[in-house]
C-alpha cells in the first residue's frame, strides 16, 4: 500500500497542470476514489485535494521567481483567471503573485513521501467477523460533518427520541450488541475537509423489518467486518481508533473498505472518563 501511496505522489508530481481524475487515482492505488480519499485525509493530515493545490502553488512560485509571468503560471496551473489564482495564491503564501515576482519571495510545500513509522509499539485490538444482511431501525437527520468533540446535532438527534420510539426500538432489537447503534452514510462530498453534511442514524440492529411509522429503516447488506474495541475517555478514545483504523491499520492490513455505513456503539451510564465502545468497518481483503 505505501508503495502505491508513493507511486501516487509521482504520477501527481508529473501531471501537476493536468487533470488529476478519481479513475487515475483508482488505478495508481486500487482503491476506490472516496476510500482513498479518506485515507489519505487521516495519513496526510490534509484533503487529497489541498494537497494538490498546495504542490501546484509552490510550483507555481518556483516560476514566478524565475521570471514566468502572472498571466502564463495562473492559466497553466489550471485556475480560470488571473483574478482568482491571484487570491489563492495570496491565500496561501501570504504573498500576491506580482510580489514574489518584484521581491523573489519564496515560499515553498514539499512533495509528500510516505514510509512505515513504528512509534512506541502501540498496538490495536480488532477481529474480522463476516455478518449476514441485516436492518437498522432508528431515528435519523442530516448532521454536520465534524471529526473531533461532542457533535451536538446528534446529541439533539437523541434527545428528540420519545419513549414510544425507544420501546418499539427495543423490541425489534433482536442482534448483537443488544445496544444503541450510530450509524453514518451518505456523507456529502466536503466530507474529508470536515465540511458538508452527512446522515446518521440512532437504532438498534435487527433482522425483523419495521412495522412503525415513526421509526426509519435500513438495510446491511451481507460483509466482512472488521471490529476495533477500545476503551477510555469519552469520545475522544473513539476518534481516536477511526483516525488509527484509517491512518495506520488499513494501510498495513490485507483488506479495502467496502462501501457500506460507518457503525459504531458505546456503553456508558452516565460517566465518560472510561467508555467501552467499538468501531465496525466494513471491508474485503484484497485482491
Known amino acids: 500500500m505505501i508503495q502505491q501511496f508513493n507511486h501516487l505522489m509521482d504520477y501527481i508530481e508529473s501531471h501537476l497542470t493536468e487533470d488529476i481524475s478519481g479513475e487515475e487515482i483508482s488505478k495508481i492505488v486500487g482503491l476506490s476514489d472516496y476510500h482513498f480519499r479518506r485515507m489519505f485525509s487521516y495519513l496526510a493530515g490534509m484533503p487529497l485535494n489541498e494537497y494538490i493545490k498546495n504542490r501546484r502553488l509552490s510550483s507555481a512560485n ?3 521567481i524565475n521570471g514566468a509571468k502572472v498571466t502564463d503560471v495562473a492559466y497553466k496551473y489550471r485556475y480560470q483567471s488571473v483574478e482568482g489564482f491571484s487570491r489563492a495564491f495570496r491565500d496561501w503564501s501570504g504573498y500576491l ?7 523573489k519571495i519564496q515560499k515553498s510545500f514539499p512533495k509528500f513521501s510516505f514510509f512505515i513509522d513504528i512509534r512506541g509499539g502501540k498496538s490495536m485490538e480488532f477481529k474480522i467477523e463476516r455478518k449476514e444482511k441485516f436492518n437498522i431501525v432508528g431515528v435519523s437527520k442530516r448532521v454536520p460533518i465534524q471529526f473531533e468533540g461532542v457533535n451536538n446535532a446528534i446529541v439533539e438527534l437523541a434527545q428528540s427520541i420519545t419513549e414510544q420510539q425507544r420501546k418499539e426500538m427495543h423490541d425489534l432489537a433482536d442482534l ?3 445496544h444503541v447503534l450510530n450509524v453514518s452514510y451518505n456523507f456529502d462530498e466536503g ?3 470536515e465540511k458538508g453534511n452527512l446522515t446518521h442514524m440512532i437504532g438498534f440492529a435487527t433482522t425483523k423489518e419495521n412495522p412503525y411509522e415513526d421509526l426509519e429503516q435500513i438495510t446491511v447488506d451481507e460483509s466482512l467486518w472488521a471490529i476495533f474495541p477500545n476503551e477510555g475517555p469519552f469520545p475522544k478514545t473513539l476518534q481516536d481508533t477511526m483516525a488509527r483504523i484509517y491512518s495506520e491499520w488499513l494501510p498495513s492490513s490485507d483488506y479495502e473498505l467496502v462501501n457500506l455505513p460507518g457503525i459504531s456503539f458505546s456503553k456508558h451510564n452516565g460517566q465518560f472518563d472510561n ?4 468501531v465496525w468497518v ?3 481483503k484484497k485482491d
Do not use: G, I, R
Not at 503573485?97 to 521581491?103: D, I, T
Not at 467508555?275 to 467499538?278: K, L, N, Q
Open 62 to 64: 518556483e516560476e514566478l
Open 97 to 103: 503573485p506580482s510580489e514574489v515576482v518584484k521581491n
Open 176 to 178: 448483537y450488541p443488544h
Open 191 to 193: 466530507y474529508l475537509e
Open 275 to 278: 467508555v467501552y465502545s467499538e
Open 282 to 284: 466494513a471491508v474485503k
